[in-house]
């Protein structure tokens, strides 16, 4: 802003000093400067752009309108200033820490004797430099060697910590599965293990099929009948009873003497009577009455 004020203030000292141009309308009609930026350059309020310079230079002669020229040189050194001018405590890209030590360092003439002696591929060491590219774990390692800048040693180590982790986590996967081994059961164990699971589930579906007379049996294959049943329905209930218990006689009628020393063993022979004796009398009413007049036998149960 003060450079500007001092271009307005001898933009002034000129436009008053000289004859050619009586207004400011008619300087800025003759060289085709808007009057609004006229305005602006003879307040101090506007640096002039740099096609304005241009023409205010060569109409005025003022060397404060004189173009700078910027050199590519000059850009580069004000960058590496900036560069430089960066708190210590912030980390610099690798491309730069490289720049600033080749220009620090006194042994390598140019980047070719670098590349040369750390046995790196110039372009790729050129890349490098330039930030275009990051090299390899094996190249830090070289680089390292060559420059000691300690962003490599650091990323190297980074990489190896990496890589341990890496294997301890492979390491205690592979333990885990060798466990595993361990405790599996061998095959042929498996196989007994499988077959006797077999025979286990085979006799659990016979044993839920076998309808035993005992019972528990009978309750769960013919639940006996309620109060509100009818009489039909006990009928039926009875028939049902019968065939049943017909069918698990035969058993008994084709079986062994031992067969049937074990029945005689579990089935009271008072009860076998009991229920003959009963079963007879109804098909005789005038028998009934008098069976039941004299008949006070209750069942017993072993």
Known sequence: MEESKKEAKAFQEWLKSQTKYKTQKEFAKATGIPRSSMGFYLQGLREPLEEHRKILYEVTGLECFRVK??????????????????R????????????????????????????????????????????????????????YEVTGVEILKQEIEIKKEEQKEI?????????????????????????????????????SEKVK??????????????????DE???????????????????????????????RKIFKKIVLGQNVGYLIALLKALYDEDMFQDWLFFAEYEMERR
């Not at 006990?234 to 003497?257: M, P």
Request: proline residues 3%; positive net charge.
């Open 69 to 86: 020229v910027k050199m590519p040189e000059e850009k580069k050194e004000k960058k590496e200033v900036e560069i430089k001018g960066i």
């Open 88 to 143: 210590e405590e912030t980390e610099l890209p690798l491309h730069i820490q490289l720049q600033n030590w080749f220009e620090s360092q006194t042994k390598y003439k140019t980047k070719k004797d670098l590349a040369k002696d750390a046995g790196i591929g110039y372009s790729n060491l050129q890349k490098y430099f330039r930030g275009d590219s990051q090299p390899s774990e094996k190249v830090r390692q070289k680089l």
């Open 167 to 203: 294997e301890s986590f492979v390491e205690i996967k592979t333990k885990d599965k060798e466990k595993i081994k361990e405790i599996k059961a061998p095959l042929d164990m498996q196989e007994k293990v499988t077959e006797l699971q077999k025979i286990i589930l085979d006799l």
């Open 209 to 226: 099929s076998f309808d035993g007379v005992c019972e528990n049996c009978i309750v769960k294959k013919f639940s006996l009948p309620s």
């Open 229 to 259: 049943s009818s009489t039909e329905e006990r009928a039926v209930k009875i028939r049902e009873l019968l065939y049943r218990l017909d069918k698990e006689l035969i058993f008994f009628k084709k079986g062994t003497a031992e067969n």
